[in-house]
């Protein structure tokens, strides 16, 4: 059974940087799959961050794309998220999850809430 | 920005059916790419309903099902159930803007 699972800091300065990492078990990382991160600001909807291949090829959301960085670290079955620049709007609940050729995204983390606040 | 449109909220009473639709373009549904659902119960993650248009996936009930034609796609869900109470997400692919959501729907069971 595969499991995601983030972690992070829960409180962010505005202007600081957000970090999460996504720690992947139970599956294959190397496989023929995409990782990608959502995140869901409290009471609102889903909203797509970005993809990451396992061979490191990534896709932004092009209003993220000037402060968003993906990463993946295959020795250690996880990937990575840097949010810079950061707002109260980016104030949410992160979700990572693993995403299959169709787009799919068929496994989910929990999330986490991650707060910008001074 | 969503660029999937879904209606805000949708209700039926028990047993009934209801449709949630999720409107795109062609640069989105109607370019081709797959169209999946999820259910979002509270404080929870999404779950998969509905993939590659109309595929559930194991222990998804067959009250669901999914739609697909031209920029738009559809979810059912027929014989409502108290446990269907939730928020309902669609989601595709667009040539430019990459991973879409929809707006999302809220079920209310009456």
């Known amino acids: 059974q595969v499991q995601l699972q983030e972690s992070g800091p829960g409180l962010v300065k505005p202007s600081g940087i957000l970090s999460l990492t996504c720690a992947v078990s139970g599956g294959s990382f190397s496989s023929s799959y995409w990782w990608s991160w959502v995140r869901q600001p409290p009471g609102k909807g889903l909203e797509w961050i970005g993809e990451i291949y396992h061979s490191g090829t990534t896709n932004y959301n092009p209003s993220l794309k000037s402060r968003v960085t993906i990463s993946v670290d295959k020795s250690k079955n996880q990937f990575s998220l840097k949010l810079s620049s950061l707002t109260a709007a980016d104030t949410a609940v992160y979700f990572c999850a693993r995403e299959m050729n169709s787009r799919v995204l068929d496994y989910w983390g929990q999330g986490t809430l991650v707060t910008v606040s001074s | 920005q969503s660029v999937l449109t879904q209606p805000p909220s949708v209700s039926g009473a028990p047993g009934q059916r209801v449709t949630i639709s999720c409107t795109g373009s062609s640069s989105n549904i109607g370019a081709g790419y797959d169209v999946h659902w999820y259910q979002q119960l509270p404080g929870t993650a999404p779950k998969v309903l509905i993939y590659g248009n109309n595929n559930r996936p194991s222990g998804v009930p067959d009250r669901f099902s999914g739609s697909k034609s031209g920029t738009s796609a559809s979810l059912a869900i027929t014989g409502l159930q108290a446990e269907d109470e939730a928020d309902y997400y669609c989601?595709?692919?667009?040539?430019?803007?990459?991973?879409?959501f929809g707006t999302g729907t809220k079920v209310t069971v009456l």
């Open positions: 989601q595709s692919y667009d040539s430019s803007l990459k991973g879409v």
